[in-house]
């Protein structure tokens, strides 16, 4: 079935070396080496001996004028792996609850960092002081958890009000009047050519803070600019500096930026209402197949699916909603059979979350691609689970029949046979 297999798994460590004061601005080099393991929780040990050989002992301590950054492949954490994306665990904001993740992405703010430039929306960089404060920020959420991958979002899609001037010339207008878009903010011009230029100088601000990558939230159906400002920013961050960008609701409509990002992020409404798969599917998989490696695409799901649930305004934001455990269930399998995804489960548009406990029952790496063995349903091979979804508009129930008992880690059942609904999941291990 799948469970405590033996195989061995390839692993690629990519180590970017960077030597200069510590604001940045040093040199890098780069060293990629290639190991098999067949104990997860050796393969870090193999990864430094390796890194040890080739540059010696004395990188390995931070030290003044000094920073290294370690990035393991992405493929070698083991699944699930949640992501945090803008707000922490309910209740804390604590680094400690942050590193809990596999992947977080939050503001500049949130890690500290305050722009150099009023206003802000003229800012290119960061203060000096905050900088400072930021990198401390990083290396605390990395002592606690080096295999996190950690982005940095920043504003471009829209700035609040009083970021600009109300007549600079980067607002977008229609018939002379600004574009609102979240309540506080409007909508900036795209097509324009110096904005774009502009936006990218930022990212680029982000990389000698330590970062791994850079966050687009509203990536939209405008090929031209978008390509443009994308190959501006792989000019100016290099290959390794990772690119998450947010598709909304929609799939497989983003194909002409792929290519330059390392992944999708999918909020929730891809799967609102959805009885048909089959074109979802094999979308989100051929845009997996275009993005670069390593690849960090995301799959959020909303307890809440109302409209404009969690917008500022609703009295009821920032509260939980009516509990769904069955959609938590379905969600998370769906992203852990038909690819590589990293996962969230969160309460609507707030991206407020909870921590469960199948989060931290790792099931290591997939063994095998998706398999789609019915109608409806999916499964795929772990090394210590078999992870089955029976996706919603199923006519009936899907049985899973084992020749030995196996416990649903979603539900803590033990059993060797398992009836699910329409609309529901299970992640089958060792009892």
Request: proline share 5%; with cysteine.
């Amino acid at each position: 079935m799948g469970m405590g297999s033996k195989c061995k798994h390839i692993l690629s460590v990519v180590v970017v070396l960077m030597v200069g004061d510590a604001l940045g601005g040093g040199q890098a080099d780069r060293f990629t080496a290639t190991i098999l393991y067949d104990n997860y929780a050796h393969a870090e040990d193999q990864a430094i001996a390796a890194f040890r050989q080739a540059y010696g002992d004395r990188f390995l301590t931070l030290g003044t004028g000094t920073v290294v950054q370690i990035a393991k492949h992405r493929a070698s954490a083991e699944f699930p792996r949640v992501a945090m994306l803008w707000a922490p665990i309910r209740g804390e904001r604590s680094a400690e609850s942050m590193a809990r993740h596999d992947l977080i992405m939050a503001g500049a703010g949130s890690f500290g960092l305050r722009y150099d430039r009023e206003p802000t929306g003229l800012a290119e960089g960061f203060t000096a002081e905050s900088v400072t404060r930021a990198k401390e920020r990083l290396a605390e959420i990395r002592r606690l958890n080096p295999r996190a991958v950690i982005l940095c979002e920043l504003y471009f899609y829209e700035y609040r009000d009083d970021w600009l001037p109300e007549d600079h010339a980067w607002w977008l207008r229609k018939d002379g009047h600004r574009q609102q878009f979240w309540p506080g903010t409007h909508r900036m011009d795209w097509a324009n050519a110096e904005y774009r230029e502009h936006v990218v100088k930022v990212t680029a601000a982000l990389r000698p803070v330590g970062f791994d990558g850079v966050f687009y939230d509203n990536l939209r159906e405008e090929p031209e600019p978008w390509v443009a400002f994308l190959k501006e920013v792989r000019q100016a961050v290099g290959d390794e500096f990772l690119i998450l960008a947010n598709a909304g609701y929609a799939v497989g409509k983003h194909d002409f930026a792929a290519p330059y990002l390392n992944g999708m992020m999918y909020e929730s409404g891809w799967s609102h209402g959805r009885s048909e798969w089959e074109d979802c599917i094999a979308a989100m998989q051929h845009t997996q197949s275009l993005l670069r490696e390593p690849t960090i695409s995301v799959i959020e799901r909303f307890e809440e699916t109302g409209s404009k649930a969690g917008w500022p305004g609703d009295p009821n934001r920032g509260k939980k909603p009516p509990a769904d455990p069955q959609a938590r269930r379905w969600s998370l399998c769906y992203a852990l059979t038909i690819g590589d995804f990293y996962y969230l489960f969160s309460d609507n548009t707030s991206h407020h979350h909870d921590w469960y406990s199948e989060y931290d029952a790792k099931i290591g790496l997939p063994t095998g691609p998706s398999e789609e063995i019915g109608p409806y349903t999916w499964q795929r091979r772990y090394d210590r689970a078999l992870v089955v979804v029976h996706l919603p508009g199923a006519a009936g129930p899907h049985e899973v029949k084992l020749a030995e008992p196996a416990k649903d880690s979603l539900t803590g059942r033990i059993a060797t046979q398992f009836s699910m609904a329409s609309g529901d999941g299970a992640i089958l291990v060792a009892p």
